[in-house]
């Protein structure tokens, strides 16, 4: 391998962890702002919640690779405070599902709102060429994620092509 290509490799593993640092700092920023502030811990169960609706503690458990008390006291905390209900399985007694309330399902919408005004106002002051290349890039990154399976990626919203 050229020193080029592992150089090039790690300028772009050190640009990446800091564009992650500031997008943590500005999640944690949308998180915050909601009624009750949402934990990272919580936010990963709605989000699982979000695309599994009615799965039951122990899937979620899986999704989450965290053991049953653990994932069990969040969906308590969540349930508390009106994201999250619980009911018995339609098919088993001893099963308990789990499905997304009215309020959990505006509080993501309301997030993601937030998180994107943010990154709409830093991406606007970007160049357009930036901004292409950016896309491209990002483009590039979650294809490649998905094809190392280190990460479920949601869909584009709308089902929108990201080359449209």
């Not at 640092?21 to 909601?34: F, S």
């Amino acid at each position: 391998m050229p020193a080029t290509t592992g150089s090039q490799r790690d300028a772009a593993v050190a640009a990446a962890s800091s564009v992650v640092e500031a997008l943590e700092v500005l999640w944690g920023r949308g998180r915050d702002a909601g009624d009750p502030p949402v934990p990272p811990s919580q936010l990963r169960v709605l989000f699982a919640l979000e695309g599994n609706e009615g799965i039951n503690l122990r899937t979620l458990c899986d999704v989450l690779g965290a053991g049953p008390p653990a994932v069990s006291r969040l969906c308590d905390r969540l349930q508390a405070v009106g994201y999250l209900t619980r009911d018995t399985s339609p098919t088993s007694r001893r099963e308990v599902c789990l499905w997304l309330t009215p309020r959990g399902t505006a509080f993501l919408a309301q997030l993601r709102e937030r998180r994107e005004e943010e990154l709409a106002t830093v991406v606007s002051a970007m160049p357009e060429r930036a901004r292409r290349a950016l896309l491209e890039g990002l483009t590039a990154f979650r294809s490649a994620a998905e094809a190392t399976g280190l990460g479920a990626v949601r869909p584009l919203p709308g089902g929108r092509s990201h080359t449209a």
